[in-house]
């Protein structure tokens, strides 16, 4: 059977690290394929793509499958539970998932059911506002939502070899985290530019003109600060007086 990759379920579920990857690939390589990929009929990959794509990797011809007698919503259904139950994701990626199912309209028991993930516990990745305390145990990966500057720029510089999809995975955070990394050490990067000198005419008096507003100079009686609002509550220069000072 000719197998396929199945698209929406990638676009939910985080591709392996290159270090889980690269695990697999020496199992492989020792032991084959000991899990059969699941398959649609039409050759729709449900779970085992990284199996399946080592194998081609290594030249193994007859890759073992199962094929599943189920729709294709079935099939995404499943192939989320069987992901999620099985990849040690961090917080960040698992709230990045929770996130993309809610957009696709399913409600929070639907998802709970899914990920096998207490209802409580998706309210919690669904709070934007979540600090560090609530996070419980994470991958070291996930770097408590801090990341260092040096860390930084070395997602900036793998990006510039792979898909943010993957250097996220890598780094076990969320792929729109990777993207504000990037922009974050771009702007970081970028040099200011140089302040052009103004050429005055000569006839100027003065280079530069505070605007405070100007005040006479005696002293104002007052009991309070004057009023920082709209509109002031003590006398200002006018135009005139301004030019004859």
């Known amino acids: 059977m000719e197998f396929k990759n199945f698209e929406e379920l990638q676009e939910i ?20 394929i000991q899990i059969p990929i699941q398959v649609l009929s039409d050759g ?19 890759i ?3 094929e599943k007698t189920i729709n294709k919503e079935e099939a995404l259904d499943l192939g989320i539970t069987l992901n999620l139950n099985r990849r040690h994701l961090s917080y960040e990626q698992k709230k990045e998932i929770i996130e993309k199912l809610r957009k696709r309209g399913l409600t929070q028991k639907k998802v709970e059911s899914l990920a096998d993930i207490p209802d409580s516990t998706i309210s919690r990745l669904e709070n934007k506002n979540i600090n560090n305390s609530q996070m419980g145990t994470t991958y070291i990966s996930d770097l408590r939502y801090k990341i260092p500057k040096e860390i930084e720029e070395k997602i900036v510089e793998e990006v510039k070899k ?3 999809i993957q250097v996220a995975s890598d780094y076990g955070i969320s792929q729109p985290r990777v993207s504000q990394i990037v ?15 103004i050429v005055q005419p000569e006839d100027v008096k003065y280079k530069t003109i505070i605007i405070d507003p100007p005040w006479p100079i005696q002293k104002i009686e007052r009991n309070e600060r004057p009023n920082q609002g709209k509109y002031l509550d003590y006398p200002v220069m006018s135009i005139e007086e301004i030019k004859r000072s």
């Open 183 to 197: 922009t974050k050490v771009k702007a970081r990067e970028r040099k200011p530019e140089p302040i052009k000198e």
């Open 13 to 32: 579920i985080p591709p392996l690290s290159k270090d889980d990857y690269a695990r697999l690939k020496e199992d492989v390589k020792k032991e084959g």
């Open 64 to 66: 073992p499958y199962t």
């Open 162 to 164: 792979k898909s943010q």
């Open 44 to 62: 729709t990959v449900i779970d085992g793509l990284h199996r399946w794509k080592i194998g081609k990797e290594l030249g193994i011809k007859d």
